[in-house]
């Protein structure tokens, strides 16, 4: 069996993190496979050498965002097309960050180079036209949630279903995660209940929603707050809480969620983890008003929800405060609700469900089987 090259491009914490769980299973199937990738400092842990780009900085968010970063944009893709054709992989694997993979995709497609993408661009809250780049340039897509399947059917495209990526690495981290007097004691915290701030890992949405965050702290006295940081900030982003004496703990995102009694959690995928460690959230979002005002556009009337808990059952389990909405009155009055027992249970419940329906772990060994074995059915 000939050992392939692969091409691995992510874009986003999440994608560097599902991606290297994917390569470690790759490289079990296939110890002498070689590749070449654009990812985080975990798949440069896995791959044993650094990224050909840093996700550090490829990170765009927003319209308006998107269009002050075009040149650079698009100078990476520029270099990313070159810099394939240069490598000759066998197969290029794609990892979610569609904005820039879809790209690539198509491209790679008109240049004779096999391409699988692995976590679909959310074709069912977007751009459906999306689909059609899919149905030209990807062999195979890996897809994360129940119902993209029917999605990609009702385009006359056969996804496939892997479960989702989230649940294997939270099952790795699980046994190692500390209980709750360590963790207060790891951090120097109070003997009081915890709320979990996680303000998300892009400077904009710092910019925008951690002061309306830490504006309710006042009204909630006997409870603590503790803000999940991230190192892709500057230490400077996390000042406002540090100067009202908040704990900020970095790198201890699992174990906070772990140990926390409710959250105030910045929509995108840690809704989704707050919900498989089973913590009431209250969901938040506020994008720049040019590039929410075009994305409700494009959006029209299709997306009832933004967090995954409630796109994946189709009902509003948590409390989602978007654009306008997001006010310290509101969250105040949101967060009372989740710390009441009575309103907890029924979030509870939904979770349980949420969790039976996204099944077992073990995504990550799923995708690479599948990749291992449609290639190399193909080469012989």
Partial sequence: MKAL?????????????????????LLLLEPAMEMRFWGGDLMAAVAGKQPVKHIKDLAFMGFVE????????????????????????DALILVDYPGFNLRIADWAKQNNIRVLYYISPTIWAWKENRVEIVKRACEKMFVILPFEVAVYQKHGYKADYVGHPLLDAIEQEKASLPDRQAFLQRNNLEDKPIIAVLPGSRKQEIERMFSIMLEVIPSFQEYQFVVAGTTNLPPEAY???????????????????????????????????????????????????ISYGIAKLVVGGRLKYISLPNLILDKPVVKELVQNDLTPENLKEELEKILNETFRKPILEDYDQLITLLGNSGASKKVAAMIHEHLHAAHH
């Fill in 239 to 289: 000042q406002k809480a540090v100067a009202m004496n908040i704990n900020v703990v970095f790198g201890q995102t699992y174990a906070l969620m772990h140990n926390a009694y409710a959250g105030i959690i910045k929509s995108g995928t840690s809704t989704l983890e707050s919900a498989l460690f089973r913590l009431p959230q209250v969901v938040c979002y506020k994008g720049g008003a």
């Fill in 5 to 25: 090259k692969y091409y691995i491009i992510s874009g986003e914490p999440s994608g560097d993190l599902h991606a290297s769980n994917m390569m470690k299973e």
């Fill in 66 to 89: 998107v269009a002050k970063n075009l040149r650079t944009i698009l100078r990476n893709i520029e270099f990313c097309k070159q810099d394939i054709l240069a490598y000759k992989p």
